[in-house]
């Protein structure tokens, strides 16, 4: 079979079965020379899909396989000796019926083409991959293949036979029309097409509850539509009601395919401007408003011209949130976009026992697949956390913030309470003033505010520890302390690992915290990019390196973190010079040090899926 088939190359690796399956599908034949009719013939699922309808064609033309033998091969079956009969050819089974005689069976030719489109719905393989030799009750079995109407057979009979109709194929019902009824068509789409792009870049919803043609405001989609045809004439001649009222193009069936149009394409250009380099992933779940778990997926990478950015890819419902069935859902959305897992580098995640746990988490679960897909805990939430843990820990804190809740809660309840706060406060101010007991000056009125929170401290001891001296050392220093200490505990060493050699390429201040160790101690937390020959070109870069960053040049003087020195250095085209450089400082943009995309994903998604 090999001399009538090419397949895709094989012989990469691939951290997955799926990937492989999909990489050896056939996808170049000579149709010629095909054995149809031969037990080598290969099922359909093995054909790529852009295939699969030429090769299904060609069986078609060729018909069932229907020999008339005298005698047909024989076997015992219960005692009694069993063969095919060649009337079972003739009557309601003579369309799909086909005989192999080498390996005396019987099978269905629609469901052998066309059965792998119903994966989901029972139905047995004994006509489609099988065989069937059961020829005691044959008659009987081949009722009952074909079953009902809305049987797997039928809804492979219809497909065969939509196929096979030529008069229905797109080609010829485009070739009818005239070259003027196509440019027409082409303007009409395009026109829509053009306004649904517009409804999708500004997030605009496109239909509202009445879209009639006496409607005042049909919303955005028909609104649109219509002044795009009021300011371009060519565009009103063939849109809306001038349009053949079977092809309107504006009904929500239409809608939906330009938008999941826009967004194939959108995701093709994503996939072609990563360009199989490597990527951190941003992954969220949360419930909709029907209380359905959702999962969203971003990419964060460098693009070719060396800026960081975060790409949304899809999201998916999970019906169960734990560890595995998440890694399994992440792995779908990259296979089904032609993505490695093993290209991950970094992972961001909110904190959540299933996504970081050291056993059975999901950042290890992946780091075992790919060991050098560090996890990130989101910054922004462990500041909360360390925050929350504070609170608790510190008495003073949590006294403070315990004030500011009810004050907060009292009076921001009601506007009423809000205008006489604002009301009393200002005529005690006045009083103050025209007492001379308050004076006009930044920050005076402040500390004598702070003595509603704390009314221990005397005013008589103003003079010795005042307020401003109490906040700042016997609570703001001390805060700080216990945020230090809170923090180092939720860092192992080899996070701090990545972020101080990170810290260390920050090109402020000419590169003030550069420090040549701790880069080399991140070089190695990445084994499969630097080997022990990479890491001694990277020591030597790295003395160049820094000697030209400080050597004066414009474009990295005034650069304000290691975001803004990777696209400096495509455009100076140093990216090459310091190959192993310019490899490590992508490395350490990958890594996610904040979840808000993924997090702004189910705040869009509120637009679109709400209580309406």
């Given amino acids: ?33 095909l054995k149809v009719y031969s037990k080598e013939r290969r099922p359909i699922f093995d054909y790529d899909p852009r295939i699969r309808d030429e090769v299904r064609k060609y069986y078609i033309e060729k018909g069932s396989c229907q020999p008339i033998l005298k005698p047909y091969p024989s076997s015992e079956i219960g005692g009694i000796i069993r063969q095919f009969v060649s009337s079972w050819f003739k009557g309601s089974h003579s369309t799909w019926l086909k005989y192999s005689v080498e390996e005396d069976a019987a099978y269905c030719l629609c469901c052998y083409l066309f059965k792998n489109e119903f994966v989901h719905e029972i139905t047995g393989d004994f006509y489609a991959s099988k065989g069937f030799r059961g020829w005691n009750k044959a008659l009987e079995r081949f009722c009952l293949h074909v079953s009902k109407v809305n049987s797997v057979h039928h809804k492979c009979y219809n497909k065969m036979l939509d196929l096979s109709n030529h008069r229905q194929s797109i080609q010829v019902v485009l070739d009818k029309h005239s070259q003027k009824e196509k440019n027409e068509y082409r303007i009409h789409l395009k026109a829509s097409i053009d306004v649904a792009r517009l409804l999708l870049y500004h997030g605009l919803p496109f239909r509202g509850h009445d879209e009639s043609e006496t409607s005042t405001n049909q919303v955005y989609f028909l609104g649109f539509l219509q002044w795009h045809g009021d300011k371009h004439p060519n565009v009103g001649k063939v849109i809306l009601e001038k349009a053949p009222q079977n092809d ?81 859902e992440i792995y779908s959305l990259l296979f089904d976009h032609s993505l490695s897992p093993s290209k991950i580098r970094g992972q961001g995640y909110y904190g959540a026992s299933n996504m970081k746990g050291e056993i059975n988490g999901l950042k290890t679960l992946i780091m075992k697949d790919s060991p050098s897909a560090y996890y990130i805990h989101c910054f922004a939430h462990q500041l909360q956390l360390t925050l929350v843990a504070i609170a608790k820990k510190y008495l003073k804190v949590e006294d403070f913030f315990y004030h500011v809740t009810n004050v907060l809660n009292v009076v921001g309840g009601s506007f009423k309470r809000r205008n006489l706060l604002r009301h009393h406060q200002a005529g005690s101010l006045k009083q103050l003033l025209e007492s001379s007991e308050a004076h006009i000056g930044q920050g005076l009125h402040q500390e004598r505010g702070m003595s509603l929170l704390f009314p221990g401290k005397s005013n008589r001891k103003c003079l010795d520890v005042c307020y401003s001296h109490h906040l700042r050392v016997e609570i703001f220093c001390v805060v700080i302390d216990v945020q230090l200490q809170e923090f180092n505990d939720r860092f192992d060493v080899v ?57 004066g040049n414009s474009k990295f003087s005034n650069l304000q973190g290691i975001r803004d020195l990777a696209k400096p250095l495509v455009e100076a085209n140093l990216m090459e010079t310091y190959s192993l450089v310019y490899l490590l400082v992508k490395l350490s943009l990958i890594l996610p040090v904040a979840t808000a995309t993924v997090e702004r994903t189910f705040s869009s998604m509120k637009h679109i899926k709400n209580e309406v």
């Fill in 1 to 33: 079979m090999e001399n009538f088939f090419k397949k895709v190359n094989c012989s990469q690796s691939s951290s997955s079965n799926v990937n492989i399956n999909r990489s050896c599908l056939i996808t170049d034949l000579d149709l010629g020379s």
């Fill in 495 to 551: 996070s701090s690992d990545l972020l101080l050699g990170m810290g260390s390429l920050n090109p402020v201040n000419s590169f003030s915290n550069f420090d040549k160790d701790r880069i080399m101690t991140l070089a190695k937390c990445y084994p499969n990019e630097f080997d022990d020959g990479k890491l001694r070109d990277l020591s030597y870069q790295l003395d160049t390196f820094i000697i030209h960053m400080r050597g």
């Fill in 248 to 328: 309107t193009l504006t009904c929500p069936m239409i809608q939906k395919d330009i938008v999941n149009a826009c967004a194939k394409e959108t995701l093709k250009v994503i996939i072609e401007d990563l360009n199989g380099d490597y990527f951190g992933i941003l992954v969220d779940e949360s419930k909709d408003i029907s209380h359905e778990e959702q999962m969203a997926l971003v990419l964060r990478y460098v693009d070719k011209n060396g800026e960081v950015v975060e790409r949304f890819i899809g999201l998916v419902h999970v019906s169960d949130t734990s560890a595995c069935s998440l890694k399994k």
